[in-house]
């Protein structure tokens, strides 16, 4: 059974701070996914990794994958109030066609 | 339609009663993929549809939840005998195709199911 964990579920930084969440899975993965999900509102896809050692990039947010370790990480570079938000890591597997599996989130918020 | 839309936005209903959600997924996709999203944790998958047929329901918790998508396009998720626990908000994303690889997901805003 896939399963997957994201640490920490909740963050609290200031603005200006680095910081990495992480999302382990427990089988091998084809593809990992990272949201960001604002409160009532629905997913934003933010990331898609493909392969081991992808790092993608869109302005504060970087997202890689290591598949070896099964382990993708999403970092935060100098937060800002906006990035506050729950962050999602999601992950597909070929045998269960394109459905994804979720992580619980993880709730980031950026003091100013 | 531009993206994935979902009815109602909001339904609140007693114990026992029995409720239909909508879903109307982007269009050309031929997946669509039901979610439920409890407080405080992430999606859990129900069900996903490729065309008209249900491809894995291996989600759905019980025979009270039913879905259908009977001309390949709009979906209908249908509760029967609603229960406090069924409270939680019924996300629905469609994606071009169900094969792997078969393209993003693209989510809905979600109908938020409240049982009283």
């Known amino acids: 059974e896939l399963k997957v964990e994201q640490n920490p579920l909740f963050l609290s930084m200031q603005e200006g701070k680095n910081y990495t969440i992480y999302c382990n899975y427990s089988t091998t993965s084809d593809r990992l996914y990272w949201y960001r999900q604002d409160p009532g509102k629905s997913l934003e896809s933010l990331f898609v990794l493909l392969s081991n050692g992808a790092v993608k990039q869109e302005g504060r947010l970087m997202a890689s994958l290591d598949t070896k370790a099964r382990l993708s990480t999403l970092h935060i570079t100098a937060a800002v109030h906006d990035l506050s938000a729950t962050y999602f890591c999601a992950v597909a597997r070929q045998e269960y066609g394109n459905k994804l599996v979720f992580g619980a989130g993880t709730i980031l918020r950026v003091k100013s | 339609g531009a993206g994935v839309s979902q009815t109602p936005s909001n339904k609140v209903t007693e114990k026992g009663k029995y409720v239909e959600l909508r879903c109307d997924p982007i269009s050309g996709h031929t997946a669509l993929y039901w979610y439920r999203q409890s407080l405080g944790q992430g999606p859990e998958f129900l069900i996903y549809?490729?065309?008209?047929?249900?491809?894995?329901d291996s989600g759905l918790p019980n025979d009270r939840f039913f879905a259908v998508r009977p001309e390949g396009s709009v979906s209908t998720l249908k509760i029967q005998r609603t229960e406090r626990g069924d409270s939680a908000v019924y996300l629905c994303?469609?994606?071009?195709?169900?094969?792997?690889?078969?393209?993003?997901?693209?989510f809905g805003e979600g109908s938020r199911l409240t049982v009283l």
């Open positions: 994303a469609s994606s071009l195709t169900a094969t792997p690889g078969g393209g993003e997901l693209f």
């Open positions: 549809f490729q065309g008209t047929g249900a491809a894995d």
